[in-house]
């Protein structure tokens, strides 16, 4: 699948970030559990995601430094996922003994939610995929959550920016979208998701 959006920097970039990439939901003693926790079921608006007709490339979110703090983010906010370079998530498929939810039929990958100085409201956080049948999931658990929330003003702080760790999950590439809501809005942010090609 090739995506809109393509730089010959990429592979570049992806090459250099791969090795911490690989490490990301592994099982570590000083792992720090920050940030709130997903949550399976919760109240919010709809989840409405746009379909992708067969053989479209993924219109993957326009990717952008909105801060010094924080490697480049995905979308128009004020809520933003960094972590996906240039709108591609690799994750590792199968899953592996070292990932925090081995064994499990879903693979995962970190990202990282920030949210505007001038945000300082809840989020809400759910997904799925776009261009086939697919579900999108959240947390280090065997069996994800299918939502995430964060409440208002909760957060490790960065100059104003709230932060929030968490882990997307998957377990087939593809195009994805994430839905955020928050106090006055909603947004799109759609990606791809690959397999990591080399785990060597």
């Excluded at 990301?24 to 792992?31: F, H, L, R, V």
């Excluded at 933003?80 to 064994?103: A, C, D, M, R, S």
Aim: net charge neutral; aromatic share 10%.
């Amino acid at each position: 699948m090739r995506r809109c959006r393509v730089s010959v920097s990429v592979r570049v970039f992806l090459a250099a970030a791969v090795a911490s990439a690989l490490l990301s939901g592994c099982k570590s003693d000083s792992e720090p559990s920050t940030g709130p926790k997903p949550q399976s079921e919760s109240s919010g608006p709809p989840l409405v995601l746009p379909s992708l007709a067969d053989g479209k490339n993924c219109p993957v979110s326009i990717e952008r430094r909105v801060t010094p703090e924080f490697d480049p983010a995905l979308g128009d906010g004020p809520v933003y996922p960094v972590g996906i370079p240039h709108g591609l998530l690799e994750f590792i498929y199968p899953t592996v003994k070292t990932q925090l939810w081995y064994p499990s039929a879903w693979g995962g990958q970190k990202v990282l939610w920030v949210a505007e100085p001038s945000y300082t409201g809840p989020i809400l956080i759910r997904g799925g995929r776009i261009d086939a049948p697919g579900r999108l999931g959240f947390g280090d658990q065997s069996v994800p959550d299918w939502k995430m929330s964060f409440p208002a003003g909760e957060a490790v702080v960065n100059d104003g920016w709230r932060q929030f760790p968490s882990y997307t999950r998957l377990k087939a590439p593809g195009c994805y979208a994430y839905q955020i809501d928050g106090d006055g809005f909603r947004t799109l942010i759609v990606f791809e998701a690959a397999v990591f090609a080399d785990l060597g």
